[in-house]
């Protein structure tokens, strides 16, 4: 430091940093969030540099190999070589503040950490650049959706594929392209692979789907209440490891008024309030990634062909360390060869999952290739207004995020980030041969200002719910991997009427149940059951109900289960268990897909083609799955329908990284839930398909900031301050969340101070 930095505490623990001047205020952050992240911090950088297995041994083995092989670490110390002066001094200033506390205050390390195994080193700039990457894996989801496609084509071949390839709509456009058609995809070339997709090691999370997700929206002076814009965000992540996701923290300097909730391990904020503008965010899903099938060299195995020619792979050898009691030292090391072409890294090597014959797949991300000067957040935290903040935004190139945000002058808006290639050829949806020619078939990036977005609409409200954001007839490929559009269709149905909102107003929406995707498929259920004595009863039950997800009803239970059901016995014939399990495991993959054959009772897709002298349609289906959700909700609640409760089985358990199962977790400041909500409904709790129906995504934290209100934003993080067991701020907010009860985070300098509990002077 460069001068004394004093740190304020209130009552929840959230840090209020004042500095003399912006570098001391960068290191004073770094320093304080890794005094209450260190153990997280250090999971983080162990999970994206591949070094997990080291801990906590073989178990962590696929995740290490999935890093290594897809080159986060790689990319990261690239990519921080290429840095300019000053985006490398602000990360610098960060990274000082972490080694400070590191090397400097050995005696308070958390005890958790040591319990862990892991014992810290110093960070460079490298790792923080490192984290931006591996922010980028996370987003980038299309390329599960690529190989469930191909595997859909591996089956059903393509025209017949096609039928149920992702749907995407987007409510804003004036007309919907035709919602049960989509031209075959062209033959790519891979068909007779014969790759075990799901067993493919590399694959992110065995092709679950991430539920990575956010509802964020701002309306404009015209419907708030203080006459001043309101932004709100709640980012869905899986926050059920304590202490949580997010770190918030008051930054304050002669430069830079600021209060919200930041990455541990990222200088600033992602979500909050600067003097002039409020932002938050949710994931764009702009596609970055492309599968490539690639033909190794006949006569020279060490080379594969491009355009023609014979071209060595590059090959990398790495060492990964396994912590195994069996071994000498207790740790074994397991050699990993990774081959790339000029296009990524050779990702069928590895689990011995490969194609047969020649063949070869191949993973190209923009992570390895857009390595900017700038990482893009470097400008947030001073523009001046909504204009300016949208050009920081765009220099983003990594993070396909939807920023939302709005000005203190009443300006809202939109834009999605990230650098999204623009394809010759055939869209991003399915796997691609490699150019026969030679030539790069990405040929350029959607221009940043014309990327999604929107700015000061007519009707004042701007929003997006990971839904399909493009402008009506955008001319590039973007994504076919989006959010189904309930959530953004509810959110236009309440702040297209809203009217003098309120911050009360905009966190009701945030906790709002009413479930859209019910009403494509009720009334369906109700038809078909109503008259069976056996399933009358479910009928019943779901004709009363009005399609909001409440916990204390068995409604939403009934409909959860017979949805997915229904689900099942529609695709299954066709699919077999294999195939069927990947896609329905990707809900953005099939569900708006869905709705559409629900439109067309008589679908052939309903129709069972194991059974030879019927034709079924979708009442069959119905009838059919009834007495397979009925038996899968008494497995757990009982045969007592009046005692069925949706909040039951929708629960959301908070864990400590510490002990994630077995007995003993309430002692560690772990607590179960029962929650309202679902998939579907804004008030989010996204389930896994395979594992219904305990929340694994929700909203990781609540912000509404009113840029008429000079002293706070209010918030709520789904955790807490602190990672340390044993003392308050480790779980007090996800408590507070739990209830629906939020707090002021301080953006007026003196209202901070006059709340504070606790002060900390860091001094040079």
Not at 31 to 59: K, S
């Amino acid at each position: 430091l460069t001068a004394p930095v004093t740190v304020l505490r209130d009552e929840l623990g959230t840090p209020y940093i004042f500095a003399a001047n912006t570098p001391d205020l960068i290191r004073a952050q770094g320093f304080v969030t890794t005094q209450n992240r260190l153990l997280q911090m250090e999971l983080f950088r162990a999970t994206w540099r591949g070094e997990l297995a080291a801990t906590f041994g073989p178990d962590a083995l696929p995740s290490d190999i999935r890093m290594r092989v897809l080159g986060t670490r790689r990319n990261g110390e690239r990519h921080a070589a290429k840095l300019d002066p000053a985006s490398r001094d602000l990360l610098q200033y960060y990274v000082d503040g972490i080694n400070a506390y590191i090397a400097n205050h050995a005696s308070d390390h958390p005890i958790e950490l040591k319990l862990a195994g892991l014992t810290p080193r110093p960070w460079a700039v490298a790792d923080l650049v490192t984290l931006v990457h591996f922010v980028h894996y996370t987003h980038s989801t299309n390329f599960k959706a690529e190989v469930v496609a191909q595997k859909l084509i591996d089956k059903l071949g393509g025209e017949r594929a096609a039928q149920i390839m992702p749907l995407t709509i987007n409510p804003d456009w004036s007309s919907q392209p035709v919602s049960a058609q989509r031209a075959a995809p062209k033959p790519v070339g891979v068909a007779g692979l014969n790759v075990q997709w799901s067993d493919l090691t590399i694959a992110p999370d065995n092709l679950n789907h991430q539920g990575l997700g956010s509802n964020n929206w701002a309306v404009g002076p015209s419907r708030s209440k203080s006459g001043k814009a309101i932004i709100s965000n709640d980012p869905h992540l899986d926050s059920r490891i304590l202490p949580g996701t997010w770190h918030p923290v008051g930054l304050f300097s002669p430069e830079v008024q600021a209060v919200g909730a930041a990455i541990p391990g990222m200088p600033g904020i992602m979500v909050g309030r600067t003097k002039h503008v409020a932002f938050g965010v949710t994931n764009a899903y702009g596609d970055v990634q492309d599968v490539y099938v690639e033909t190794s060299d006949p006569a020279n195995p060490a080379n594969y062909l491009d355009g023609g020619r014979s071209v060595p792979f590059e090959v990398i050898t790495e060492s990964i360390q396994i912590k195994d009691k069996a071994a000498p030292g207790g740790v074994r090391e397991q050699a990993l060869k990774i081959r790339l072409t000029q296009r990524g890294p050779v990702i069928s090597d590895h689990a011995g999952m490969g194609p047969e014959g020649d063949k070869l797949l191949v993973l190209r991300s923009t992570d390895a290739e857009v390595l900017g000067p700038v990482l893009g957040i470097e400008g947030l935290l001073t523009a001046p207004n909504a204009a300016a903040f949208d050009r920081e935004v765009q220099k983003i190139d990594l993070m396909m995020f939807n920023f939302v945000f709005g000005d203190d002058q009443g300006n809202i808006a939109h834009r999605a980030t990230g650098a999204v290639p623009i394809r010759s050829g055939a869209d991003g949806g399915l796997p691609r041969l490699a150019p026969k020619d030679g030539k790069d078939d990405w040929t350029g990036f959607i221009p940043k200002d014309r990327m999604p977005g929107m700015v000061n609409p007519p009707r004042a409200w701007v929003g997006t719910a990971n839904n399909d954001t493009r402008p009506q007839n955008f001319p590039w490929y973007y994504t076919n991997y989006v959010s189904p559009n309930y959530r953004y269709a509810r959110m236009g149905q309440v702040l297209g009427e809203a009217k003098a909102m309120t911050v009360d107003d905009h966190l009701a929406l945030m906790g709002d149940n009413r479930n859209l995707q019910s009403d494509v498929l009720r009334g369906a259920i109700v038809a078909a059951l109503k008259d069976d004595p056996a399933q009358r009863d479910l009928a019943s039950l779901l004709e009363k109900w009005d399609g909001v997800d409440r916990a204390d009803q068995a409604a939403p239970l009934v409909y959860q289960a017979l949805y997915r059901e229904i689900a099942i016995g529609t695709f299954l014939d066709e699919l077999g268990p294999d195939a069927l399990k990947d896609m329905l495991s990707t809900w953005y993959f099939w569900q708006q897909r869905f709705d559409a054959m629900v439109a067309t009772p008589d679908s052939p897709w309903f129709d069972d083609v194991t059974t030879k002298d019927k034709r079924e349609t979708l009442a069959d289906v119905i009838r059919s799955a009834a007495p397979r959700a009925r038996a899968l909700i008494e497995a757990e609640q009982g045969k007592d329908t009046a005692a069925w409760k949706w909040g039951k089985s929708h629960t959301l358990r908070f864990v400590s990284p510490l002990r994630r199962n077995g007995s003993g977790q309430e002692l560690l400041g772990g607590f179960t839930l029962e929650r309202s909500g679902s998939g579907e409904t804004l008030n989010r709790g996204v389930y896994d398909f395979q594992k219904p129906f305990a929340v694994n995504f929700s909203a990781s934290m609540q912000m509404v900031a009113d840029l008429g209100d000079p002293d706070k934003i209010e918030a709520v993080l789904a955790g807490g301050v602190s990672e340390r067991h044993f003392q308050p701020h480790q779980n007090d907010q996800a408590r507070l969340w739990a209830n629906g009860e939020r707090r002021a985070w301080w953006f007026n300098p003196e209202q901070a101070k006059a709340h504070a509990k606790d002060r900390m002077t860091l001094a040079p």
